[in-house]
């Protein structure tokens, strides 16, 4: 149902997985899509990897997987998703909502912690950025120890969902690593790959 290209990192979606696509509804036909990548982007990136539905009652946790090494400590990705504070709450509402909005960032609901961004005119410039760079990053935001990464999930031209990997803020590779290049390219393969499903039909 899914490969790995290890030249090319990338995660592709075979004919099978398409076609189960077309007839599968609900939460049980996401899980069944979502189940394999998210698997294995886990494993490629020895990291707990989740998929986060954007639905009408907001953003919800529908799969995790976390990859078997023993002796290493993961991360449950959790139930509430900010959008100041985590890594999918930004993405999600930076591509649900006009940038051209003047209320773009006036949030109703925060997180509030130390180096979580609260500041209006901030969260304009914030979300403008992960809309211009295409992924989100949270690092000690929502909970001290813990970093996470974030892509958008689209359907045609709506945002559906985010991909995304969370774990301690001691193993994030660091910014222009070679490293953290890595995960965002694993995390925008799968990305597209999922958008491509969805968007051949409707999910």
Known sequence: MLSFDSDRKLYL???????LASMLQGNDGLETIVGPMIGSLGRELKETAFYVRNGMEGPRLLKYAVPEISGRTFIHPGFEFPPNATATGKVIYAFSHSADDPEFG????????????????????????????????SIDEFEAGIASAAVPVFQKQRVVGALSIILTTDRLPSEGSRERARVLECLMAASKNLSAVFSAQAV
């Open 13 to 19: 979606v075979g004919a099978r997985t398409q076609r």
């Open 106 to 137: 006036k949030l109703t609901q925060m997180h509030i912690a130390p180096t979580a961004v609260t500041d209006f005119e901030a969260l304009r410039v914030m979300y403008k950025t992960v809309r211009k760079q295409g992924y989100a990053f």
